[in-house]
């Protein structure tokens, strides 16, 4: 069952907000309100936060060695799966997702859970001696309280990427979800306290609609906050840039994932059947909601015409339609503003000199909610003002080149890279590719088959992993000569 009414969670109650008002949120398929969800304010932030300080300093969760978190942990992720279905339905109400890829996105997340569990379910190793006759030891503490700003895209695997490392490093959290898909974190605070995690450990704070500037005093708040020690942010770049200079201007660590490019460059000699299996994916699996969504493909000249066609034609038999229904490929945009600025993308591109191949409109058959038809725009050429920025919807932009020095040069023009596809038969020229590009990784003919459970000491704490775990603790060595 999920709620009309969404409050802030802080100190494990659900408190009415300080100011005493509510925005109504919409169902992107139907434009009708399904929920009133708590303002957020300073006054919220800082209430959150001296219940998070007082989990962190007194509370049970001060004294629980690292096993014991690992089995909250996993029981986290246990009562995740058993809410899978609750968290579908949540995230096609909230963010339009289809609820069979929004079940995806669950399983992930439990599997986010237990992956933190296993990073810390065995005591540390003492360290090897680093002098004789002298014993070597790393003590790693809880950094303090931890801000998350998470995403209004794949909302419940957003905030599970931040919460869980924070959790198994032993912080203390206060999480602010984004204004248009509240009810997710409302389940998250719900999953969080059945599976026995002490009251104050999460703390959830909602924003605001205001259309001029939706959440930001809140997140203004959290991130100005003496007593936040560790911030993390994920979403749009325009909001990541100010988050990273606010939080500099407060001196603040802070693990920023912004939504980025992840170009799909095929060459002539590839099997050109999966390279577009692999763009079809990556630019319409999640709306094209994904951080790493394909929203630019480069292909080789031989073989672009051909792939422009062929990717148009199945682009226009995608299933568009209600995320409540199983057999729907792409569901709606979550809100209208992000349906009238991709429209507005989609026109500026056309008037650059663009070919519309597919798309570009709303479907037909669904004349209410924020539907937007998987788009395929050719030609694209790097002078044009669309080439080089996120999307963030169902659209790709496809772009010729003949030579790799070319591929290499228009990748690198590229606001933003995060994952680099290479498609072809010559694993020599891919290696060297590879190398040359700026994205953080490099798929070799496949499509992102994401590993949660690793990750590089370069990665955003939200991305798991060790370095992840690491963010927010803070170590020091300790010597012990022998007597």
Request: charged residues 15%; contains cysteine.
């Amino acid at each position: 069952m999920l709620p009309q009414a969404v409050r802030h969670f802080i100190g494990g109650k659900y408190v009415y907000s300080t100011l005493r008002k509510s925005y109504g949120v919409t169902d992107p398929a139907t434009g009708k309100e399904y929920a009133q969800v708590e303002v957020g304010l300073g006054a919220d932030v800082n209430q959150a936060v001296l219940a998070a300080g007082n989990a962190l300093e007194a509370g049970p969760w001060a004294g629980l060695t690292a096993p014991e978190r690992a089995r909250i942990l996993r029981d986290i992720a246990d009562a995740v799966d058993a809410r899978a279905g609750d968290i579908a339905a949540a995230e096609a109400q909230g963010p339009g997702l289809p609820v069979t890829g929004a079940g995806v996105q669950a399983a992930q997340a439990s599997e986010v859970f237990r992956s933190a569990a296993s990073l810390i379910a065995e005591p540390a190793a003492a360290g090897a001696p680093p002098a004789p006759g002298h014993s070597g030891y790393v003590l790693s503490r809880p950094a303090g309280v931890a801000g998350l700003l998470t995403s209004w895209r794949t909302p419940f695997l957003s905030q599970a990427r931040a919460v869980a490392p924070a959790l198994a490093a032993g912080a203390a959290i206060v999480l602010k979800p984004d204004e248009w898909a509240p009810l997710p974190a409302a389940l998250l605070a719900e999953i969080t306290t059945t599976a026995g995690l002490p009251d104050g450990v999460l703390n959830i704070v909602h924003g605001s609609l205001h259309r001029k500037a939706p959440g930001t005093q809140a997140r203004d708040a959290l991130i100005a906050h003496p007593s936040v020690a560790r911030l993390s942010f994920a979403g749009e770049v325009a909001a990541g840039q100010q988050v990273i200079d606010d939080a500099a201007a407060h001196g603040k660590s802070l693990s920023a994932e912004v939504l980025g490019n992840s170009p799909c460059v095929i060459f002539a000699d590839a099997d050109l059947d999966q390279a577009i299996d692999s763009v079809l994916f990556g630019a319409f699996a999640l709306g094209g909601q994904r951080r790493t969504a394909t929203s630019t493909v480069l292909a080789q000249r031989p073989v672009y015409d051909t792939l422009v066609s062929r990717l148009a034609g199945q682009a226009e038999r995608i299933r568009v339609g209600d995320p409540g229904d199983p057999a729907t490929q792409i569901g709606p945009l979550p809100h209208a503003d992000q349906h009238d600025k991709l429209s507005s993308f989609v026109r500026l591109g056309i008037r650059e000199g663009a070919l519309l191949a597919a798309g570009g409109r709303r479907p037909a058959g669904l004349p209410e909610g924020n539907y937007f038809a998987p788009t395929v725009l050719a030609d694209v050429t790097p002078t044009m003002a669309i080439f080089a920025g996120p999307v963030g919807g169902p659209v790709v932009r496809v772009t010729p080149f003949d030579t790799g020095e070319e591929a290499i040069s228009l990748a690198g023009a590229l606001a933003h890279p995060v994952t680099t596809y290479l498609w072809t038969s010559d694993l020599e020229r891919a290696r060297g590719l590879a190398a040359a590009m700026e994205s953080a990784s490099t798929w070799v003919n496949s499509r992102n088959q994401r590993d949660l459970v690793h990750a590089t000491a370069g990665r955003p704490a939200a991305a798991g992993g060790a370095a992840a775990v690491g963010f927010y603790t803070r170590s020091r060595t300790m010597l012990i000569a022998a007597d």
